[in-house]
């Protein structure tokens, strides 16, 4: 899958932002909404001079919900980029080096760091281990979801851990080959790319015509 996709859309250097600190935010705002959406409060963020970790600390929650409208659920997500800024000042002396440094040593104690922290679920906090903070962290979004059930290679009742162990098996002479900085590489395009066949072909509705993954069931009973 990964071949056929790259094969057809390319590189695609995600994520778009500017700083690993804006992917943290974006990683929290995108959760139940567009990212159209989530671009709208972040241009509300810059605007204001408040898209960094300082400005963060410093605004009072009330104005950051209306900074972040755009993206929803405004009370809940402000208050968990508040609880993310605390976390760093608390473990790492509100540096994001530092926490970049931390999990690139020992990535699942800093996901589990980041899960016990308030609005932080596991495609979220896999989002900033891989995307914000360079660690091969495999992202099980709806999209990749699709795709598995659709190709019938995970039950359709598959929870995250399952579909996320799939996608690192596929992986697996990769991640024994090669050093995490590459691995982290391919995780990162491996999910941009899901994203991009995601919004193209296989959204709520799978639109196959033209896909590069489609396969015939009479040719090839298993897609795999």
Known sequence: MYNHL???FGPQQWWPAKTPFEVVIGAYLTQN????????????LEARGVLSIDGLRAIPEPDLRDLIRPSGFMQRKAAALKAF???LDTHHSGQMDGLRHAALDNPHAVREQLLALLGVGPETADAILLYALDAPAMVVDEYLRRVVIRHRLAPE???YAAIQSLAEQ???PDRAAENPADLARHYNEFHALIVQ??????????RCEGCPLQWDPHKNPSPA
């Not at 671009?39 to 509300?44: C, F, G, K, P, Q």
């Open 197 to 206: 066949i995601g919004k193209s072909h296989c959204g709520r509705v799978a």
């Open 170 to 172: 596929a992986f697996a």
């Open 33 to 44: 909404t567009a990212w159209k959406s989530v671009e709208r409060s972040i241009a509300n």
């Open 85 to 87: 800024v605390t976390f």
């Open 157 to 159: 009742n598959a929870k």
């Open 6 to 8: 790259v094969e057809r």
